[in-house]
Nanobody, 128 residues
């Protein structure tokens, strides 16, 4: 059974940084895709970033390009999201997700339904 545990959220002021971590257990994810999503109150869940764990290709939402970096540590089965220059509009619950069926291939890294396993979420709050 795939399990994802998100951590690293918190409260920071605008311009600050946080690093989220997603620990994966239950399967070897190295050949598929890991993503980070976020959901603010009253809004739909949106994709933030993804990494194809086999080749290391990364993708980002336009709103976070240049500020966020997704990375992985294969030895630890952990994916990270380094968030710099945080803005109040980045405030949301952040979730990591795993595509262990290959449904994100073909450019679908941003599609919620392509991911079959989700973490419990970690709250990020950015104050102005």
């Amino acid at each position: 059974q795939v399990q994802l545990v998100d951590s690293g959220g918190g409260s920071v002021q605008a311009g600050g940084s946080l690093r989220l971590a997603c620990a994966v257990s239950g399967y070897k994810y190295s050949s598929n895709c890991m993503g980070w999503f976020r959901q603010a109150p009253g809004k739909e869940r949106e994709a933030v970033a993804a990494i194809y764990t086999g080749g290391g290709s990364t993708y980002y939402a336009d709103s976070v390009k240049g500020r966020f970096t997704i990375s992985q540590d294969n030895a630890k089965n952990t994916v990270y999201l380094q968030m710099n220059s945080l803005k109040p509009e980045d405030t949301a619950m952040y979730y990591c997700a795993a595509d262990h069926f290959g449904l994100t291939y073909g450019g679908n890294w941003y599609v919620n339904a392509a991911y079959g396993a989700w973490g419990q979420g970690t709250q990020v709050t950015v104050s102005s």
